[in-house]
C-alpha cells in the first residue's frame, strides 16, 4: 500500500447490511497483517435510517475519517452516496450500489469529474436477488469493488473470510454473488483501460 | 474487536468477578462480550441484565462491598437514573475494586441528551478516566480497579460512542482468573451512616481526593505531554478523549511537532501540576474535549485557554476530525501562525441537491405499527404520551406526542389527565410503552396514578425483547442474559398488582380487535367506578423472531382499485410500500415486505390483496 493508511466510507440504510459488509473488509484487511479501525452506528438509527461506517487501513489513532480524506465510498444506496460524497479525496473513488443505468446524477458528474473522482455503478441488489439472497447486495459490492481493484486487499482472502464467516447453504450462494461482482468490476475495469 | 468488546476484556483481565447492567446504546455490547469472553476463557464470573440503571448499580456495588471486584455499566442517560446510588457510594465507598462503566453519546446519535459523565463525576466526587481508544479503555481498566481499591472508592470509566463502537484489532494472552472470597464485613457505622458520620465520610473522601490527584500526576501512560525540555512554545492544544486520537493523527499528518499536546486521561481529579507546567511553557492553549466543558473549568486562570468559553469551540454537537481541524486552524491563523492547511478543500453544496431525509422508521412488519395506527384512529384527538424506545418511532405515525425518559409514557399521562381535569377539560389520553422500559422504570409511575385515580388508556408494547438496543431479554421472557432459563415474570400480573382493574390482551397484528379494545377502554377511563385501563398489544419482534412473528407469511399485492391515497406508505410508514411511478398507484417492495398482512385491513379500498395460492391469509 503506497498511502500510509488506506480510509474506507460505508454507506447505505439500516438494514442493508452495513456492519457486516464492514466486518468482511476489516477481517480481510486484517489477515493481510493491516491494522485496523472502524467506527459503527448501532441503536436508533440503525432502523432504516441513513448509516455510515469508518474503516481505516492502516496505523492510525481515530476512527473517523476526516471529509475530504477517504480513499474511497462504498454505498449501498445511490442516494446516501451522494449524501456522504464530501469525504471522498480527490482522485478518490466512488462505488454504488444502483440498478440506475445513468449513475451518477447530471448534478455531481462536474464536482467528480474536478475533483478527478472515478465513480462506478452496479445494479448489486439485483445479483443478489437472481441468487434469492437480497440481503447480500452487500457481498455484490464488495466483489464489485475488488474487481475495479482499487482496495488494498486480495480477492482470495476476501474468499477465505466469506468462507469463515457465512453460514449454511447461504455460503454457496456469497461466493457466487462475490464471484460474479468480481468479474462485472473486472470487465468494467478492462474496458476502461 | 469492538471496543465494547475490548472493555470487557478489560474487566475479565482485572479480575473482576460480576458485571452488571441495563442495555443502552452505546454501551449494550459490553454485558454479552463478558459473557462471551468468560466462557471462551473458562472464567467463572457472574452477569446479569438488571431491570435498571439503579438496581444494576447497587447489585455490582453490594458485590464490591462483599470484596469481590465488581462493575456495572450503562449509558450515560442511564447514570442519572444511578445518581442516587452513585453520590451515596462515594462517601461509603467499599472493599473490592468497583468501577462504573457510563458511556457518552457526543452527537447525538442514540440518546436524549449529550450530557458528559465526566461532570458527574466531579459532582459524585469520584474519579474518572476518559479513554481515547478500545486498546485504552483495557489498559484503563486495570488501573481504575487499583485505584478504587486502593482508595476506597468507586471510579468511572468515560468511553464516547467512538470508542465503545470502534472496532480494533487487539489480541490477548491466557487470562488468569481471579477469586476474591465474598466476606462481607459487619460495620453498621459504616455501611449504614447516619447523617453525622457522613460529614466525616465527606471529609475522608475530600481527602482522598488530594491522593488520587497526587497519584494522577504520575500517571504517565494516560497523562503525558510532548512538549520538549527548555522550550516554550506559542501554541499548544491539551485533549482528552476520542478528541486526543483526532489531534494526534492531525499533528502526525501536518507533521507538526511545534504544536505540544497534553493528553489528559484522568480529567478528575485533575493533575493540576501536569496542566500548570503545560500552560506556563504555552502562549496559548487550546482544550479539545468531548461531550461538555470539564478540562477548561477546571483550570482556574483560563486567559491563555481557547476553548468554548472564549467562542473557539462549538458547544454542542460531536467533535468530529473535520471539525477539529478547522477550530485549530482557526486558532492558528488567529494567533498569526502557521494553519495546517492554508486552502481548504472544495466540497459539494448536498443540500443544493434536496436529498430525502432518511429518518428511522419502524420495520416492515413491526407489531408496533398497527398498534399506533390503531390509537391514532380511535383517538385522532388524544394525547399520545410514549417513552424510550423502537416505538419512539410511533412518532412518523402521528401517535407519539412526547419522549421524555424512561418510564414518563405513564407519568406524563398522569400529569396531562390531572392538568386537564382541573379544567374540566375531557381529553382521551393514550401512553405507550415497551415491555422492557415498563419493567425499567414503569411500575412506579403506574402505582401513583392507580393510587390518585388518574383516567388513561395504558398500551403496553409487548414484543417480548429489548429491540432497539440489539435483542436483549427481559424479565416477561423470563430467559437471563447468559441465555439459561430464569423466573419469568409475566406482566399481566404485575399490572394487576399495581391496582388496575381493567386489563386486556390483544395480538398487534389484530388492527380490529385493537381498535375495538381501544373504544372500549376509553369508556372505561371515563366511567364512574372506572380507572386505568391497560392494553397488552402482543406480538414477536419480527426481527428477533421472525419464523414467531410470522409463521404464515401472507404474500400481498395491489390492485387496481388503487386510487393511490397514499395512506398505507405515508401515514401507516411501511418501508415495504412505495409509489409506482409508471403505474400511478402502490407497490409492494417483495424483498422488504415480511407478509405480516397487515396492510390488507388499513387499504380504504381493499386494494391491498392477499395474492391466491401463495401463503395462507391468516
Known amino acids: 500500500m503506497e498511502h500510509k493508511v488506506y480510509d474506507i466510507i460505508l454507506s447505505g440504510l439500516g438494514g442493508q447490511g452495513i456492519l457486516f459488509l464492514s466486518k468482511i473488509l476489516a477481517e480481510a484487511a486484517m489477515r493481510e497483517g493491516y491494522l485496523v479501525r472502524g467506527a459503527e452506528t448501532h441503536g436508533m438509527a440503525q432502523r432504516g435510517g441513513s448509516v455510515i461506517g469508518h474503516l481505516r487501513i492502516g496505523d492510525v489513532s481515530s476512527s473517523l475519517i476526516r471529509q475530504n480524506c477517504a480513499d474511497c465510498l462504498l454505498s449501498l444506496d445511490e442516494i446516501e452516496a451522494y449524501r456522504n460524497i464530501n469525504y471522498l479525496k480527490p482522485e478518490g473513488v466512488l462505488c454504488v450500489n444502483t440498478p440506475k443505468e445513468d449513475f451518477p446524477i447530471r448534478q455531481v458528474k462536474e464536482f467528480l469529474e474536478k475533483k478527478k473522482i472515478r465513480a462506478y455503478g452496479f445494479d448489486c441488489l439485483s445479483l443478489a436477488i437472481k441468487e434469492g439472497m437480497a440481503q447480500s447486495t452487500n457481498i455484490g459490492l464488495i466483489g464489485f469493488s475488488l474487481g475495479l481493484g482499487f482496495l488494498p486487499i486480495p480477492y482470495n482472502q476476501v474468499v477465505s473470510v466469506i468462507q469463515d464467516l457465512s453460514k449454511g447453504p447461504s455460503k454457496e450462494k456469497n461466493l457466487k454473488i462475490l464471484e460474479e461482482a468480481y468479474r462485472e468490476g473486472k470487465r468494467i475495469q478492462g474496458d476502461s483501460n | ?618
Open chain 2, 1 to 618: 474487536m469492538l471496543g465494547n468488546g475490548a472493555i470487557a476484556l478489560g474487566l475479565l483481565e482485572a479480575g473482576c468477578e460480576v458485571l452488571t447492567s441495563y442495555p443502552g446504546t452505546p454501551s449494550s455490547e459490553i454485558l454479552p462480550e463478558f459473557i462471551r469472553l468468560s466462557r471462551l476463557e473458562g472464567i467463572n464470573t457472574y452477569a446479569e441484565w438488571s431491570t435498571n440503571e439503579k438496581v444494576a448499580f447497587d447489585v455490582a456495588y453490594a458485590v464490591a462491598v462483599a470484596g469481590k471486584r465488581s462493575a456495572c455499566s450503562m449509558k450515560q442517560v442511564g447514570l442519572n437514573v444511578a445518581m442516587d446510588s452513585l453520590m451515596s457510594s462515594a462517601y461509603i465507598g467499599q472493599e473490592g475494586g468497583f468501577v462504573v462503566i457510563s458511556c457518552d453519546d457526543p452527537g447525538p446519535h442514540s440518546s436524549q441528551t449529550e450530557q458528559d459523565t465526566r461532570l458527574v463525576a466531579r459532582i459524585a466526587k469520584v474519579p474518572v478516566f476518559d479513554p481515547s481508544t478500545p486498546q485504552e479503555a483495557r489498559e484503563m481498566i486495570q488501573e481504575a480497579f487499583s485505584i478504587s481499591e486502593a482508595f476506597k472508592v468507586p471510579v468511572i470509566l468515560r468511553p464516547t460512542i467512538r470508542v465503545c463502537h470502534g472496532r480494533e484489532v487487539i489480541g490477548w494472552d491466557q487470562i488468569r482468573p481471579v477469586r476474591v472470597p465474598a466476606r462481607f464485613q459487619r460495620d453498621p457505622n459504616r455501611w449504614a451512616a447516619t447523617p453525622r458520620f457522613r460529614y466525616f465520610l465527606h471529609k475522608g473522601l475530600n481527602q482522598k481526593l488530594k491522593e488520587i490527584q497526587k497519584r494522577f500526576e504520575e500517571m504517565g501512560a494516560f497523562n503525558r505531554h510532548s512538549m520538549l525540555a527548555f522550550k516554550d512554545y506559542p501554541f499548544g492544544i491539551i485533549s482528552s478523549g476520542v478528541c486526543y486520537a483526532v489531534v494526534r493523527d492531525l499533528i502526525e499528518e501536518f507533521g507538526r511537532d511545534d504544536i505540544p499536546v497534553l493528553k489528559i486521561g484522568t480529567p478528575f481529579p485533575l493533575p493540576e501540576e501536569l496542566v500548570r507546567e503545560f500552560l506556563a511553557r504555552c502562549k496559548k492553549v487550546m482544550v479539545l474535549e468531548e461531550t461538555d466543558s470539564l478540562l477548561e473549568y477546571l483550570i482556574g486562570d483560563r486567559s491563555r485557554v481557547l476553548g468554548r468559553e472564549s467562542g473557539h469551540v462549538p458547544r454542542e454537537g460531536e467533535l468530529v476530525p473535520e471539525l477539529i481541524l478547522r477550530v485549530i486552524n482557526a486558532a492558528l491563523v488567529e494567533l498569526g501562525l502557521e494553519p495546517l492547511v492554508i486552502e481548504e478543500e472544495a466540497t459539494f453544496p448536498v443540500q443544493e441537491l434536496n436529498l430525502p431525509v432518511r429518518k428511522p422508521r419502524l420495520c416492515p412488519g413491526c407489531p408496533h405499527r398497527p398498534v399506533f395506527y390503531a390509537i391514532r384512529r380511535s383517538n385522532p384527538k388524544g394525547i399520545f404520551t410514549s417513552d424510550i424506545g423502537c416505538y419512539t418511532l410511533g412518532l412518523n405515525l402521528g401517535a407519539v406526542d412526547t419522549c421524555l425518559d424512561m418510564g414518563a409514557a405513564i407519568t406524563m399521562a398522569t400529569g396531562f389527565y390531572h392538568a386537564h381535569r382541573m379544567d374540566q377539560v375531557d381529553r382521551p389520553i393514550v401512553a405507550t410503552i415497551g415491555d422492557s422500559t415498563f419493567f425499567h422504570s414503569g411500575t412506579a409511575g403506574l402505582l401513583n396514578s392507580v393510587y390518585n385515580d388518574a383516567r388513561f388508556i395504558l398500551v403496553i408494547l409487548d414484543n417480548e425483547i429489548t429491540a432497539m438496543t440489539g435483542m436483549q431479554p427481559t424479565p416477561g421472557l423470563g430467559i437471563k442474559a447468559d441465555g439459561t432459563k430464569g423466573k419469568r415474570i409475566p406482566l399481566q400480573d404485575l399490572i394487576k398488582g399495581c391496582g388496575v382493574e381493567y386489563l386486556k390482551v390483544v395480538d398487534s397484528y389484530n388492527l380490529p380487535e385493537l381498535i375495538s379494545t381501544l373504544k372500549e377502554a376509553h369508556e372505561f377511563t371515563k366511567r364512574e367506578d372506572g380507572g386505568i385501563a391497560a392494553i397488552i398489544a402482543r406480538h414477536p419482534c419480527v426481527i428477533a423472531y421472525r419464523k414467531e412473528a410470522v409463521p404464515h407469511p401472507v404474500k400481498v399485492a395491489v390492485g387496481e382499485e388503487c386510487n393511490l391515497c397514499k395512506l398505507c406508505f405515508e401515514r401507516f410508514e411501511c418501508p415495504a410500500i412505495s409509489k409506482d411511478e409508471a403505474r400511478g398507484r402502490a407497490v409492494i417492495n417483495q424483498v422488504l415486505c415480511v407478509g405480516c398482512g397487515v396492510c390488507v385491513h388499513i387499504c380504504p379500498e381493499g386494494a391491498i390483496k392477499p395474492i391466491e395460492g401463495e401463503g395462507n391469509g391468516a
